[in-house]
């Protein structure tokens, strides 16, 4: 069961694309969808709703995707802009980048994590109608003489 509520693809049936037990994929996979890996996946996965890592499924490579679960392995970067899963026996060595993370008893994480703000991916552009961030300002300090 998921913490996350409403993750597309993340506990329902609507996973679009799965790459089977007996599969190995070499190369960068782009997916607009849910992808679910029970097999072993040798590069980069990009612009991902979903990305589901079965007990099964292996990545070397980094994953960028909406939402992420791993009960699997990662061995690379994950940047998930909503949130990340790291279930019981699931194990990522790389850095984490995401909004919100659960991590269970008896996973493994070798690597550091950004939250927040620091957890949309690098050059990512604002969301639609906000303004773009300014500098930052900093408090005037005044001195009595």
Do not use: W
């Not at 992808?35 to 612009?47: A, S």
């Not at 690098?122 to 639609?128: D, I, L, M, T, V």
């Amino acid at each position: 069961m998921s913490l996350f509520k409403g993750a597309p693809g993340a506990e329902s049936g609507d996973v679009v694309t799965v790459i089977g037990p007996e599969t190995y994929f070499q190369g960068v996979i782009t997916v607009r969808s849910s992808l679910r890996i029970e097999g072993e996946v040798e590069g980069d996965i990009t612009e991902a709703q979903a990305v589901i890592i079965g007990r099964r499924g292996r990545v070397k490579g980094d994953i960028n995707a909406d939402s992420v679960i791993v009960a699997g392995s990662v061995s690379g970067n994950v940047t998930a802009t909503a949130h990340l899963e790291l279930k019981s026996g699931g194990r990522i060595a790389g850095n984490i980048r995401t909004a919100r993370l659960l991590i269970e008893e008896g996973a493994s994480f070798d690597g550091s994590c950004s939250m927040g703000e620091a957890a949309k991916p690098e050059g990512a552009s604002p969301a639609q109608g906000q303004a773009p961030a300014g500098p930052e300002k900093k408090p005037i300090h005044t001195v009595a003489s």
